[in-house]
């Protein structure tokens, strides 16, 4: 089960407000109580929380690799500023925001969770191409901690969430 939501609001002089959750939890069927590692939650990133790898956020495996669980929480809070770039045209967007988010196993030990919600804030640049939407981001990590895989830039093609 997922739910995700968007809202965004103009303010002023072109300035939009926008707010993004999205909270994810599986479980098993039948006599497994678990979810297929396949089918685990990820979080960390340019859709969820810039500022960390890829995927990187939640508990690990033996080889401390991520290994996903089976609830996510992210949220997104951003300002869209107005185009000071190219104001002739709307396909171009900068924005600041903060974000936040963990992902938790509940079906293993609670030792292999994460303690604590990871936060970042940043700038990023959208351009709605012709083939399709790119997005830069440059975040810093707010509390990551020794265990965490930061990554302060980011490049996405294709979705712009």
Same mark, same amino acid.
């Given at each position: 089960?997922n739910?995700?939501?968007? #809202?965004?609001?103009?303010?002023?002089?072109?300035?939009?407000?926008?707010?993004?959750?999205?909270?994810?939890?599986?479980?098993?069927?039948?006599?497994?109580?678990?979810?297929p590692?396949?089918?685990?939650?990820y979080?960390?990133?340019?859709?969820?929380?810039?500022?960390?790898?890829?995927?990187?956020?939640?508990?690990?495996?033996?080889?401390?690799?991520?290994?996903?669980?089976?609830?996510?929480?992210?949220?997104?809070?951003?300002?869209?500023?107005?185009?000071?770039?190219?104001k002739?045209?709307?396909?171009?967007?900068?924005?600041?925001?903060?974000?936040?988010?963990?992902?938790?196993?509940?079906?293993?030990?609670?030792?292999?969770?994460?303690?604590?919600?990871?936060?970042?804030?940043?700038?990023?640049?959208? #351009?709605?191409?012709?083939?399709?939407?790119?997005?830069?981001?440059?975040?810093?990590?707010?509390?990551?901690?020794?265990?965490?895989?930061?990554?302060?830039?980011?490049?996405?093609?294709?979705?712009?969430?």
């Open positions: 089960m739910y995700l939501t968007q #809202w965004y609001t103009p303010l002023f002089k072109g300035f939009v407000f926008s707010a993004i959750g999205n909270v994810g939890f599986g479980g098993g069927y039948g006599n497994t109580g678990r979810l590692f396949y089918k685990h939650f979080a960390g990133g340019s859709n969820t929380v810039r500022g960390y790898k890829e995927s990187s956020l939640g508990p690990r495996d033996s080889h401390a690799k991520p290994f996903g669980g089976n609830f996510m929480g992210t949220g997104s809070l951003r300002l869209i500023l107005p185009n000071f770039i190219a002739e045209t709307n396909s171009v967007r900068l924005s600041v925001f903060a974000e936040g988010g963990q992902v938790y196993d509940f079906a293993r030990s609670s030792r292999s969770n994460p303690r604590g919600l990871r936060y970042s804030a940043g700038v990023s640049v959208t #351009w709605m191409s012709p083939m399709a939407p790119i997005k830069l981001s440059y975040a810093i990590p707010l509390n990551s901690s020794s265990d965490d895989d930061t990554q302060r830039g980011s490049f996405s093609f294709g979705t712009v969430f």
